[in-house]
């Protein structure tokens, strides 16, 4: 049976990999098997190989060596239970004797399926964000005592306390990102759920009540680390919820998967479990999220920062122009930057030691954090951003104007990270995994979340999103289970919802992606910013007589938006505070925000998505069959026009 590694300390911790012919490799090499983000690793720093029917660890050089229970080696012949340590990270190896597949070590308690209760319902979830997290909550209280559910995330670990979230330095990065929250998605929420999101000054409500607020309460701005480290709190209080510091692999939990009425998937929006049943839920269209045949993406750089700016002023600021988008927690949270085609093209790395480039911060994406020398350095790979060594770099000018329009000193600019949005079109998001057997029960499989619809974060919609498509199913499975095969019948009103909420927030994500000029021709944001900034570095005049009509008309256009938001944001700036504030930004800049428009409010507001509409009843839609008028008599006391 296979031998594995397994990791005990750092962001490897409860991960295990399966030893076999090829050589197993140790480093901060984003291309080693085991990535180890250690500073004190070298990197190639070490090297499993298959030796004579066993496997011998050799130390590659590396400046602070390899370690075997504590004593340093060059070249070890490893046994059961070998403890190795490469940096502050170690690893267990285990010679696998015994078991049919290699699983996580918190897995071993687990229940045999066959003394499974047959009136249980048993639900894997991949994923543990606040999605995951959020569903199974939620199923749990709506059936208790009658559902088993199991939570796989490789961005955990087990501690003392139980199952908490990896740290920054562990490699689970971008945790400190602020979210709006609108109110009919919160007050969906139990209380207990509410009550532990919502402490005194965990949130703000920085952006207006509007139309699609609830009772007229406002969208809340929270962390998505606070969330995420309350909902998992909740999670490891429940008997019934099962969590997994692990990576769901779905070809080794196939025989187990077997045993689930339901799997649900929302690790992301690059699901691997999604793509591995890609033939089950159909193909995703991207046709619809195209102009002139070509598949619309937009490339956004996120900068943490600190603003120095009140909220009203931030919000202004915001919504007058579609270049930077802040969305913040008393200030502190993500400034992003929509780029161009050429701009995303500069988001590279440079590994400082071997002088080449490396694309992480747009690839993986990694996050970059300032140290100490004042370079923006990857922890994973370590690599330095690029356009903040070429200081006169063209990028790196534009995000210090970004700075300075949000009152953001450069020095409060603690990292850089970046996202890609992809949308496409989902044909479906439930789809029968395999049909009941004499010994299966049938599994279901689910998308939700950003696996099911990844949705462009300037209109603040994914969270939100997610939240509904956790509360639908939930619901519909709590007026579904009875301890009988599921049927597809019984996904119905979920289904619905989906493509509801697919439809509606879709349509908002792809208004921010694109706008219609002049001539009626529909363009690409970005596309019409390039053009700008091009023209803007073009001209010749540079000194306030050229800045003065793009300031005029940027002023004008925010003290039309400050007349609008006024009444539901109290304490917006006066005419000179706006003045004064613009007047320090660059011509071109300020061309630029103008050209690029202000937030298409009116085509992305209105009405929200409300699920609720779905669950209001638990009788069945019944549909009479229609009589036919020759035979129909009208009832008593009504004329029988009045019937038509």
Same mark, same amino acid.
């Given at each position: ?12 911790? *409860? /991960? ?16 080693? %098997? ?6 004190? #690793?070298? @990197? ?9 029917? %066993? ?6 050089? !590396? ?7 504590? /004593? ?7 046994? +059961? ?13 285990? #010679? ?17 399926? *066959? ?21 199974? &909550? ?37 945790? /400190? ?7 009919? /998605? ?26 699609? !607020? ?59 479990? @999604? ?85 992480? =911060?747009?690839?993986?994406?990694? &996050?970059? !954090? ?21 200081? $006169? ?73 997610? &939240?509904?498509?956790?509360? $639908? ?55 019409? =910013? ?23 008309? &940027? ?15 109290? *304490? ?51 549909? +009479? ?20």
């Amino acid at each position: 049976m296979p031998s594995v590694i397994v990791g005990r300390t750092g962001p490897f911790t *409860g /991960q295990s990999v399966v030893l076999g012919s090829a050589p197993l490799t140790f480093g901060r090499k984003s291309d080693s %098997g085991v990535v180890i983000v250690s500073a004190n #690793a070298s @990197r190639l720093h070490a090297e499993i190989v298959a030796e004579d029917a %066993g496997f011998v660890l050799y130390d590659r050089d !590396s400046r602070n060596g390899t370690y075997v229970n504590d /004593q340093r080696v060059t070249r070890h012949v490893l046994r +059961p239970n070998d403890c190795i340590r490469i940096g502050e990270e170690s690893f267990l190896y285990e #010679a696998q004797d015994a078991m049919e597949t290699v699983m996580d070590l918190s897995q071993l308690d687990v229940p045999r399926v *066959g003394v499974a209760d047959p009136g249980m319902l048993r639900v894997t979830i991949t994923g543990g964000g606040p999605v995951g997290l959020a569903f199974a &909550l939620s199923l749990d209280e709506m059936l208790p005592g009658r559902v088993a559910i199991t939570i796989h995330d490789g961005r955990w670990i087990r501690n003392d306390s139980g199952v908490v979230w990896k740290s920054e330095a562990q490699g689970n990065v971008r945790r /400190q990102q602020v979210v709006t929250v609108q109110s009919r /998605q919160y007050l969906a929420l139990s209380r207990e759920v509410q009550s532990a999101l919502f402490d005194q000054g965990a949130y703000s409500e920085m952006w207006p009540v509007g139309p699609d !607020s609830v009772d007229g309460r406002p969208p809340r701005n929270i962390r998505i680390a606070y969330i995420e480290d309350r909902l998992l709190e909740l999670a490891n209080k429940r008997a019934a919820i099962r969590l997994v510091p692990k990576r769901f692999d779905p070809e080794e939990q196939q025989k187990r998967l077997s045993q689930e009425h339901i799997l649900v998937i929302c690790e992301g929006g690059r699901s691997r479990t @999604r793509d591995h049943f890609a033939d089950r839920f159909g193909g995703a269209d991207a046709s619809i999220y195209s102009l002139d045949g070509e598949h619309l993406q937009d490339v956004v750089l996120g900068l943490r920062v600190k603003s120095r700016l009140s909220d009203p002023m931030s919000v202004l600021l915001t919504v007058s122009q579609n270049r930077f988008l802040l969305n913040s927690l008393r200030g502190e949270g993500f400034l992003n930057m929509r780029l161009t085609r050429e701009e995303a093209k500069n988001v590279i790395g440079i590994d400082p030691v071997r002088q080449v480039f490396e694309e992480c =911060i747009a690839a993986r994406p990694c &996050l970059m !954090s300032r140290e100490e020398d004042n370079e923006f350095r990857c922890p994973t790979h370590g690599t330095l951003f690029l356009p903040a060594l070429l200081r $006169s770099s063209p990028l790196w000018k534009e995000i210090r104007q970004g700075l300075n329009l949000f009152g953001v000193a450069e020095d409060d600019l603690s990292a850089i990270t970046s996202f890609r949005l992809d949308m496409v079109q989902r044909p479906r998001f439930t789809a029968q995994l395999s049909r009941p057997t004499a010994t299966s029960p049938g599994t279901y499989g689910l998308l939700l979340g950003d696996a099911a619809n990844a949705i462009h974060f300037w209109p603040g919609r994914g969270l939100n999103s997610g &939240l509904a498509s956790a509360t $639908s199913l939930a619901r519909t499975l709590s007026r579904s289970w009875r301890g009988k095969p599921l049927r597809d019948a019984d996904f119905i009103r979920h289904e619905a919802a989906m493509s509801m909420l697919q439809y509606r927030h879709k349509s908002r994500a792809w208004n921010a992606m694109v706008t219609t000029d002049e001539q009626g021709v529909t363009r690409a944001i970005k596309d019409i =910013i390039a053009r700008s900034a091009e023209s803007g570095h073009g001209s010749a005049g540079s000194g306030p007589a050229s800045r003065r009509p793009d300031l005029d008309e &940027l002023l004008d256009r925010m003290l039309a938006i400050r007349e609008r938001l006024g009444s539901r944001v109290p *304490g917006m700036p006066t005419d000179e505070e706006l003045r004064s504030h613009l007047a320090t930004i660059a011509p071109a800049t300020l061309r630029v925000l103008q050209e690029s428009g202000a937030w298409d409010t009116l085509i992305v507001g209105g009405e929200e998505a409300d699920i609720d509409l779905f669950y209001q009843s638990d009788s069945p839609v019944y549909i +009479p069959r229609p009589a036919d008028p020759r035979s129909a008599a009208p009832a008593a006391g009504v004329p029988r026009e009045s019937l038509s």
